[in-house]
């Protein structure tokens, strides 16, 4: 249950916190928009439309080479918006910009827990200023979608951890957990680990407190991880033996951090390759993360980590069931973009950690500042409403096209 104290220290913020993060959010969401306008229909949004959208296939029956193509929650709302407003881009485009505006309101939320406003602000621009995961959120797939229904499910069992556990919160987290399965098929991997870090949860409070999860919590993850697993691994098992689930790798850090990395980068020249830079930044947040612990535990409120705890077996569950997978198997690691997912995912912990601290301190501040200006710089550095960086090698003959070493390819 979160304390009084702690409602009082955020109340007696400045009213600009939320008018500055929603500006911020306003400005990135106009961004999206506009290149949903002005950006060209990618090779797969056009597969996506002439094979889904025109037919209205609700429920795909291919499990051939392209049958991965087929992004249950996308296409569902694209059949939509081309019925209601028609076949432009930004028709077409419109579910997944309503998933953009999800994710900057779940994110806004947790940022918003921060005790100081450039805490705040910080902490909202770690998590969303990122020209990769920018340009997905104005593509008509799955991608964009999913990293908006995880977001808005990683808030929601933030509020359900720090705030009371109400039943509410936690359905609502397990809905939009199911809702991110639905967008892009490698999300089960997240919500089995979702679902795991709420078990792992329970199982050390009532070893250590004594706090036994009523049953209605318990029955209600299990069953809604239960059913949506009753949906999507069929259709999974179908995938894998038509073959379709060939887009990755067969290193996790040879190949899905390397191109990962590569995306990241968005084709600047740094001075750095993309290896050491995740290895860079995973060393950051790492040691960040290890700050807020080692804080929390000298200066009694560990209790408030929870939610970064949390993130934490979600993460580590992920690669370990990529690394599972691919042992027994067979199937692929995930590259470039069915690996975006794990980029917000692992700033959610830091973030969770940051936002955290009690008081005024400026450890914290100083901390996310240091890890956000070189984000904001390359964000600003890198706006464009002409191309995706995906599938530019495809059509714009871009440099990545020399270093990449997957082939662009449908998923």
């Not at 939509?80 to 910009?97: D, H, M, W, Y």
């Not at 040691?287 to 408030?304: E, L, Q």
């Amino acid at each position: 249950m979160e304390r009084s104290s702690d409602r009082q220290s955020r109340a007696s913020r400045f009213d600009i916190a939320p008018v500055a993060i929603a500006t911020c959010a306003i400005a990135l969401l106009t961004y999206t928009i506009l290149r949903a306008i002005t950006v060209s229909f990618t090779w797969d949004e056009s597969w996506t439309y002439i094979h889904h959208v025109i037919p209205k296939v609700f429920i795909s029956r291919a499990y051939d080479q392209m049958g991965a193509n087929y992004h249950p929650l996308n296409v569902w709302g694209m059949i939509l918006s081309n019925t209601l407003f028609g076949n432009s881009e930004l028709a077409l485009r419109l579910p997944v910009l309503l998933a953009h505006a999800i994710y900057l309101y779940a994110s806004a939320r947790i940022a918003l827990r921060a005790r100081t406003l450039v805490l705040s602000i910080a902490a909202f621009l770690l998590l969303n200023a990122h020209p990769y995961l920018l340009d997905f959120f104005s593509l008509a797939r799955g991608y964009g979608i999913a990293n908006g229904m995880m977001m808005l499910s990683l808030w929601l069992a933030t509020r359900y951890l720090s705030d009371g556990r109400q039943l509410r919160d936690l359905g609502l987290a397990v809905a939009a957990a199911v809702l991110a399965t639905l967008s892009h098929l490698i999300m089960l991997n997240y919500l089995l680990a979702f679902t795991a870090a709420f078990i792992l949860i329970w199982v050390f409070d009532t070893l250590r407190h004594h706090k036994v999860p009523p049953w209605r919590h318990a029955g209600l993850l299990i069953g809604g991880t239960g059913l949506a697993l009753v949906a999507v691994v069929p259709f999974a098992v179908r995938l894998s033996m038509g073959g379709a689930l060939y887009f990755g790798c067969d290193s996790l850090w040879d190949c899905t951090m390397e191109t990962l990395g590569m995306r990241l980068l968005y084709g600047q020249a740094y001075g750095i390759t993309p290896q050491p830079m995740v290895g860079l930044v995973i060393a950051l947040l790492a040691a960040c993360s290890m700050a807020c612990v080692g804080f929390a535990f000298r200066n009694g409120w560990a209790h408030r980590l929870r939610p970064m705890a949390f993130g934490t077996i979600i993460v580590v569950s992920c690669v370990a069931s990529f690394a599972l997978q691919h042992l027994l198997l067979g199937t692929p690691m995930p590259r470039t973009r069915t690996a975006l997912f794990l980029l917000p995912l692992a700033l959610f912990v830091p973030v969770s950690g940051l936002v955290a601290w009690p008081g005024r301190s400026r450890i914290p501040v100083v901390a996310a500042c240091l890890l956000c200006l070189p984000l904001l710089f390359h964000q600003i550095w890198t706006i464009n409403l002409t191309y995706a960086l995906e599938w530019k090698p495809a059509g714009g003959g871009g440099q990545n096209a020399l270093h990449d070493p997957c082939v662009p390819c449908s998923a």
